[in-house]
């Protein structure tokens, strides 16, 4: 399985970023997708999530200003943020979850100045 992220970049507070991961090699069936991130010093934390039912799932830090999505093969998934603020800044890592276990992306940086 091989994931690959895309889309961060630095961006202004209340600015928007839309990120993209791919995923490719021996994937389904894909029980979910989704994003963590990780800031300097911190853990890494659950962003968002959409399952195989297209169930949506985020963190309260992220509700009403970002949004998960995948598109029609189910292979990619896509998080659209928007407000953003200087506390997203981290590196966004891209997950995929099978029945083989999780498998991560190398992850994509956001940064957001103030």
């Known amino acids: 399985v091989q994931l690959q992220a895309s889309g961060g970049g630095l961006v202004q507070a209340g600015g928007s970023l839309r990120l993209s991961c791919a995923a490719s090699?021996?994937?389904?069936?894909?029980?979910?997708m989704g994003w963590y991130r990780q800031a300097p010093g911190k853990q890494r934390e659950l962003v968002a999530t959409?399952?195989?039912?297209?169930?949506?799932n985020y963190a309260d830090s992220v509700k009403g200003r970002f949004s998960i999505s995948r598109d029609n093969s189910k292979t990619t998934v896509y998080l659209q943020m928007i407000g953003l603020s200087p506390e997203d800044t981290a590196v966004y890592y891209c997950?995929?979850?099978?029945?083989?276990?999780?498998?991560w992306g190398q992850g994509t940086q956001v940064t957001v100045s103030s």
């Open positions: 959409i399952n195989s039912g297209d169930e949506a």
């Open positions: 997950v995929l979850r099978n029945p083989l276990g999780d498998f």
């Open positions: 090699g021996v994937i389904f069936p894909i029980n979910l």
